[in-house]
């Protein structure tokens, strides 16, 4: 039995095409759909069994939880060939529950048409005050979804604190991203009044040196650490971080592979 089989036979077997399975509690379930996830990231079934694997999802009540994570590992192997899954016209045919399947609708957006995409853009939109800013940044840093625009963002900009550097270091990447173009200029007036991001943006170039955080350094390549780490006020506060800050070890390591 060949690994496309095998994977098809553990969710038959276990009755995961249903909403609850007979045979496991849910963290069981949830266990083997984690299992079952790594099996589709590791094989790379064929097309038909993903096929086959999705549709029971998305047969699936709305009541019913949806597991994303499994969910995002067959879209992930549909998508490396550019399959769009055609059987699927509306947002409604998805099956979703509002405001808990952000993740199941965000995974499945790589395989659905343009006007789907759209459906499930704005659906994440309307929904955005529900979720807090970490869920945000996941739909569109991990599931690849562009959900930012003028509201999106404000609301996102209202809840992340100064020192998150990650997901201030995400506008950069939202700026790229013509799929945003929206907010572009929203955030070239953040990059103006944002001493990190500009920092960022050009690390050998920027002279504040005393504004320079130890955390900033966390997104530097090895060029522009190895010219930054050598200043000495950063190069103390730095070294200082390795015992203090959470992300002291992090950082320590970039340090031994850079300076």
């Known amino acids: 039995m060949d690994t496309n089989d095998k994977i098809y036979e553990v969710f038959l077997k276990y009755k995961l095409f249903n909403g609850k399975s007979t045979l496991l509690q849910l963290d069981s379930s949830l266990d083997l759909f984690n299992l079952l996830s790594e099996l589709v990231y590791l094989n790379n079934p064929s097309q038909e069994t993903s096929k086959k694997l999705l549709n029971t999802i998305l047969q699936r009540e709305k009541s019913w939880w949806k597991p994303e994570k499994f969910v995002k590992s067959i ?4 998508a490396k060939d550019n399959f769009i899954l055609e059987e699927i016209k509306d947002i409604s045919q998805l099956n979703y529950s509002d405001v808990s399947d952000w993740a199941y609708l965000s995974a499945l ?3 659905m048409s343009n006007k789907v995409k759209k459906q499930i853009i704005q659906q994440l939109q309307n929904i955005h005050k529900s979720i807090d800013y970490i869920s945000i940044a996941k739909i569109y840093n991990e599931y690849g979804v562009p959900i930012f625009n003028l509201e999106v963002l ?3 900009l209202s809840s992340i604190k100064k ?6 270091h995400l506008l950069l990447e939202v700026r790229k991203d013509q799929r945003c173009k929206s907010v572009h200029a929203r955030i070239d007036d953040i990059i103006i009044d944002s001493e990190y991001l500009k920092f960022i943006q050009n690390p050998q170039d920027y002279t504040n040196y005393a504004y320079i955080e130890p955390e900033w350094l966390l997104f530097c390549n090895e060029p522009d650490f190895k010219k930054i780490i050598k200043i000495d006020i950063v190069n103390k506060k730095v070294k200082s971080s390795f015992e203090t800050e959470w992300f002291g070890d992090r950082l320590k390591k970039i340090f031994l592979l850079y300076a």
């Open 154 to 156: 404000d609301r996102y």
């Open 109 to 111: 957006y790589p395989i």
């Open 75 to 78: 879209c992930n192997v549909l």
């Open 163 to 168: 020192q998150e550097i990650f997901y201030t």
